[in-house]
């Protein structure tokens, strides 16, 4: 959206200005301190424009300004546009089966402190993760490196869940304490808590585990840059988040990229989600540890599995051989129907990919498809188990991306609250 000299392209001045804010803001959020010259450049405005943007910013409390640290060339040095991260935050949280972590993320993407719970897995409902989350959130933000004047931009939940996304509502949980789950407004939990426990009145925004995870490698990791790709999230269950186009996909009402419950094996193990042969039921970590011969479900299990096999261990080698076939089966499916340029394998996945690539490749390079499937990368996450709790944050910071100055307007209209809580 440019506006040559004298016209506007049907928009206005204002939508205009809002638009350029917008894009800058987001360019450094995402890339980091970037000069005024590189964002004259990337941006194709002129350096009056450019300063005029970023004096906005600045006075808004979203960035600073400050001299490079090291001047190569000649002339005046270029001033560098810096997100005040400490200053501004989103609060992120992701919820699995058997863990509870909460951040915050400051802007630019930069996690400035985070708490983690891990624990045995087990059927936990809603007041037991929220009590957890608000003695995470209290700590948080009672830490004395919040300087005076700080504000959450917004909040972000990552769970294992198919959310729909017109409300955030939890509709299909299946790997959770299902009648406590389903049909839970988390969002609106989350809210209500927030605002009554600490004051936070920003906007809350809650995602597929998977949905998120992708939006994040896109953002800041792995993907930056491919407009095609799939990340695929296993834990218990298998979720995958897709973007096509340069866009999340995210279906009708918010529950695309339930990989997990496509059936590939129509005399295999009844699933949770009430199917048979699922695809989740051949390769989730229940699969993968009985395929082994291993009875727990400790979270370090898959990858000392992986740690046996790669030490020759000739149960455990062929335990994997065993998944890594039905993993290859699906993600070919998956390749075919997505034709993504680029597959990241995140959550355990993670841990038992450079035991199974070679597998998935060979899969894909099987049969006359070969040739469809030939140019995708198989990755793991940029971001490592951080994936889905940099999603959750990048969600939180959007409304405040998308408008900076109208967002910190509606912001300073509100009750006035401590930077700190005591």
């Given at each position: 959206?440019?506006?040559?000299?004298?016209?506007?392209?049907?928009?206005?001045?204002?939508?205009l200005?809002?638009?350029?804010?917008?894009?800058?803001?987001?360019?450094?959020?995402?890339?980091?301190?970037?000069?005024?010259a590189?964002?004259?450049?990337?941006?194709?405005?002129?350096?009056?424009?450019?300063?005029?943007?970023?004096?906005?910013?600045?006075?808004?409390g979203?960035?600073?300004?400050?001299?490079?640290?090291?001047?190569?060339?000649?002339?005046?040095?270029?001033?560098?546009?810096?997100?005040?991260?400490?200053?501004v935050?989103?609060?992120?949280?992701?919820?699995?089966?058997?863990?509870?972590?909460?951040a915050?993320?400051?802007?630019?993407?930069?996690?400035?402190?985070?708490?983690?719970?891990?624990?045995?897995?087990?059927?936990?409902?809603?007041?037991?993760?929220?009590?957890?989350?608000?003695?995470?959130?209290?700590?948080?933000?009672?830490?004395?490196?919040?300087?005076?004047g700080?504000?959450?931009?917004?909040?972000?939940?990552?769970?294992?869940?198919?959310v729909?996304?017109?409300?955030?509502?939890l509709?299909?949980?299946?790997?959770m304490?299902?009648?406590?789950?389903?049909?839970?407004?988390?969002?609106?939990?989350?809210?209500?808590?927030?605002?009554?426990?600490?004051?936070?009145?920003?906007?809350?925004?809650?995602?597929?585990?998977?949905d998120?995870?992708?939006?994040a490698?896109?953002?800041?990791?792995?993907?930056?840059?491919?407009?095609?790709?799939?990340?695929?999230?296993?834990?218990?269950?298998?979720?995958?988040?897709?973007?096509?186009?340069?866009?999340?996909?995210?279906?009708?009402?918010?529950?695309?990229?339930?990989?997990?419950?496509?059936?590939?094996?129509?005399?295999?193990r009844?699933?949770?989600?009430?199917?048979?042969?699922?695809?989740?039921?051949?390769?989730?970590?229940?699969?993968?540890?009985?395929?082994?011969?291993?009875?727990?479900?400790?979270?370090?299990?898959?990858?000392?599995?992986?740690?046996?096999?790669?030490?020759?261990?000739?149960?455990?080698?062929?335990?994997?051989?065993?998944?890594?076939?039905?993993?290859?089966?699906?993600?070919?499916?998956i390749?075919?129907?997505?034709?993504?340029?680029?597959?990241?394998?995140?959550?355990?996945?993670?841990?038992?990919?450079?035991?199974?690539?070679?597998?998935?490749?060979?899969?894909?390079?099987?049969?006359?498809?070969?040739?469809?499937?030939?140019?995708?990368?198989?990755?793991?996450?940029?971001?490592?188990?951080?994936?889905?709790?940099?999603?959750?944050?990048?969600?939180?910071?959007?409304?405040?991306?998308?408008?900076?100055?109208?967002?910190?307007?509606?912001?300073?209209?509100?009750p006035?609250?401590?930077?700190?809580?005591?």
């Amino acid at each position: 959206m440019r506006a040559r000299k004298g016209f506007t392209y049907g928009v206005t001045q204002e939508e205009l200005r809002r638009h350029n804010l917008s894009t800058l803001l987001r360019y450094v959020h995402q890339h980091g301190p970037t000069s005024r010259a590189v964002l004259t450049a990337s941006m194709n405005l002129n350096r009056s424009t450019i300063g005029a943007l970023t004096a906005d910013l600045s006075s808004a409390g979203l960035v600073t300004e400050e001299l490079p640290g090291q001047n190569l060339g000649a002339g005046r040095p270029s001033l560098v546009v810096v997100p005040r991260a400490a200053h501004v935050y989103a609060l992120a949280y992701q919820i699995g089966v058997d863990f509870i972590v909460a951040a915050r993320v400051g802007l630019g993407g930069q996690v400035l402190d985070r708490r983690e719970l891990y624990r045995p897995r087990g059927d936990y409902d809603i007041e037991d993760v929220m009590g957890h989350l608000e003695r995470f959130t209290r700590e948080l933000l009672s830490s004395d490196e919040i300087p005076p004047g700080a504000f959450c931009a917004g909040v972000g939940a990552a769970v294992p869940a198919a959310v729909r996304s017109s409300d955030g509502m939890l509709r299909f949980v299946p790997n959770m304490n299902w009648d406590d789950w389903g049909d839970a407004p988390l969002g609106d939990i989350l809210h209500r808590r927030l605002v009554e426990t600490f004051g936070i009145a920003a906007p809350v925004a809650v995602g597929n585990d998977a949905d998120l995870g992708a939006l994040a490698e896109r953002t800041r990791g792995v993907a930056v840059g491919c407009d095609d790709l799939v990340y695929i999230i296993g834990e218990i269950g298998v979720g995958a988040g897709v973007i096509a186009g340069g866009e999340a996909m995210s279906g009708h009402d918010g529950y695309a990229g339930e990989v997990g419950h496509m059936v590939v094996n129509p005399s295999g193990r009844l699933c949770r989600c009430g199917a048979r042969g699922c695809w989740e039921t051949e390769i989730g970590e229940p699969a993968i540890l009985a395929a082994a011969g291993h009875a727990d479900g400790r979270r370090a299990t898959v990858a000392e599995l992986v740690a046996e096999a790669e030490a020759g261990d000739e149960k455990s080698v062929r335990a994997l051989e065993h998944i890594g076939s039905w993993i290859a089966l699906g993600v070919a499916n998956i390749v075919t129907v997505f034709n993504p340029s680029m597959v990241i394998f995140g959550g355990l996945f993670g841990d038992v990919f450079p035991a199974v690539g070679g597998q998935i490749r060979a899969n894909l390079l099987s049969g006359s498809l070969g040739v469809v499937r030939e140019g995708v990368r198989l990755v793991t996450p940029g971001l490592g188990a951080d994936s889905t709790l940099i999603g959750a944050a990048e969600k939180a910071f959007e409304p405040l991306l998308a408008d900076p100055l109208g967002f910190v307007s509606a912001m300073a209209a509100m009750p006035e609250r401590p930077s700190r809580v005591p």
